[in-house]
């Protein structure tokens, strides 16, 4: 009986560690709608400037990810739109890997909406586009607080504009690294 209870005790001790270690740190999301390849041949029609940026970003990190920019039908677009929404920007997946609406994509369109983005910092529309390659590389919105992850909804945008090592962990995760 003693060591039964001994026994119980154990796993409740194990299992506070696993949920006070958990919740002290923003935890990437998967999403499942992100591209097939983390290799993107992008058109970029228009990146409100900050394309080059974004890319640098993501090619900083430690993950297979490449962004190469192309032309032609088969490749993903980035535009800029005057839109009235309340998104600074947007992912939408297309050429999806099963039954065409579902699964991972085959390439992408990331809208960014120039009513909200046209009189913000280079730095803050440069964390916009890299957030919304964060959704083409299989990570979803975060909404946990702290600058955290770059797909936090309440992170501050004019200073965190790269991928965190968490969001590099749900890439990783994601490709199979
Ligand atoms: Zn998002």
Redesign the pocket.
Known sequence: MHRMIKTICIIVVVCLLFATSGASAAQYIYYDSGLRSPIVVVNVIDAMGVFGIAQTKWHNTNTCVQIVQGTGNDVSTIVAENLASSWY?C?TPLSREHLFFWGRAYKCKITLNTQLLANKSATFRASVLV??F??AFCL??NPSSGNLSI?NYDRDRNYLSWPTTDDIAGVNYAYGE
């Open positions: 920007g992912y957030h919304e964060g959704h979803d919105d797909m």
